[in-house]
């Protein structure tokens, strides 16, 4: 009895799931002309506004991380998002260290939001200088680029959901990868916010939430900007999300918002994969694993295999691919568009 009740509800949830799911509304493609026209090239070339101050070593606990910091807050705080910082002592190899995850939230009442997240600590090499480009540079630019480019949608009261991006700290090891020695910030922050309450909001039914439970879904992004990249689908539960992805990304590319170094007739180069199947299904280690555990939605967005960059001297300016950072950074703009329902053709039904 228990368990035909139990497959009923589980039925029901599936329904509403759907329901939910398939409520997505793409965006008309003068929507997305729109959102294209909106970047601004200067910002995220590696000497640009967003991206060149990204580009120095960033390690946890030093100078250069906090000046990274101050750069990525006095950006959102301009912008008057909510800006808090989870600062924390841990033990590393090398000593305790000072970390510090920022944390910036658009439409704070909203019950729940989407969080977008990347890590801006850099990782710590004894005999060169690694800046971590790809590494991730690149993906808080984006971010930075996301919010700017957004802002002036999202004070509207059509907004779907709050809007958060998360920048983690600490996420690389100091010496070497193990649970002990590494996601630091993340491990911080998801045991922080599954003790805090929150007030229920009237789309709960549960008496109480936590601020885990109040995350629709993290989009993590890693290792991003370089050429070649292919991303796989990871997860089941955020299936619909990478399908859309990668259906925006085709939209984008027939509607002549995609760029393209190569000749006109070349293949453009897409990033999504919905065909192919992930190698590293389950097994990649990154700043989603304390979410994931404690049951967030995580659609985790890292190029497998890694950029062939990753983890070296070479992960540096030289690697960054201009038009891949360009798409990249219209595609996450009109996936939170389309996600978040804004209006960006000014008050008319979409
Ligand atoms: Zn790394």
Redesign the pocket.
């Given at each position: 009895m228990y368990r035909l009740q139990r497959l009923k509800l589980q039925s029901l949830l599936l329904l509403w799931w759907t329901a939910i799911t398939s409520a997505y509304r793409p965006l008309p493609s003068a929507a997305l002309d729109k959102l294209t026209s909106l970047s601004v090239n200067e910002r995220l070339l590696v000497n640009g506004s967003f991206l060149a101050p990204l580009l120095v070593p960033r390690v946890a606990g030093t100078e250069n991380n906090v000046k990274v910091r101050n750069f990525i807050k006095d950006r959102f705080e301009k912008l008057n998002w909510k800006v808090e910082e989870d600062k924390f002592v841990d033990d590393t190899p090398l000593g305790q260290k000072e970390f510090s995850n920022i944390i910036v939230t658009k439409n704070p009442q909203y019950a729940s939001r989407l969080v977008l997240a990347a890590h801006y600590d850099s990782?710590y090499y004894e005999h060169f200088e690694f800046i971590?480009a790809t590494?991730s540079s690149v993906p808080c630019a984006i971010l930075l680029d996301v919010a700017a480019t957004l802002d002036q949608y999202l004070d509207t009261a059509r907004v779907k959901s709050g809007l958060q991006f998360i920048f983690f700290d600490g996420?690389?090891a100091f010496v070497e990868w193990s649970d002990d020695d590494s996601i630091y910030g993340a491990k911080h922050l998801a045991e922080k916010w599954e003790k805090q309450v929150v007030p229920t909001g009237k789309y709960h039914t549960s008496k109480q939430s936590s601020m885990l439970d109040t995350i629709e879904v993290m989009v993590l992004l890693d290792l991003l900007g370089a050429s070649n990249a292919k991303v796989y689908n990871l997860f089941r539960s955020t299936s619909w999300l990478f399908e859309h992805m990668g259906d925006l990304e085709h939209r984008l590319v027939t509607t002549g918002n995609w760029r393209h170094d190569g000749d006109e007739f070349d293949e453009p180069d897409m990033i999504f994969d919905t065909q192919g199947v992930d190698m590293f299904h389950g097994q990649i280690q990154d700043d989603h694993i304390p979410f994931l555990i404690r049951g967030v939605n995580v659609f985790h967005i890292i190029p497998t295999p890694f950029p062939r960059v990753w983890?070296s001297i070479h992960d540096n300016a030289d690697a960054v691919d201009a038009t891949v950072v360009q798409n990249l950074a219209v595609l996450f703009r009109c996936f939170t568009a389309e996600y978040l329902e804004l209006d960006v053709l000014g008050h008319q039904e979409l």
């Open positions: 990782k971590g590494d996420e690389e983890h």
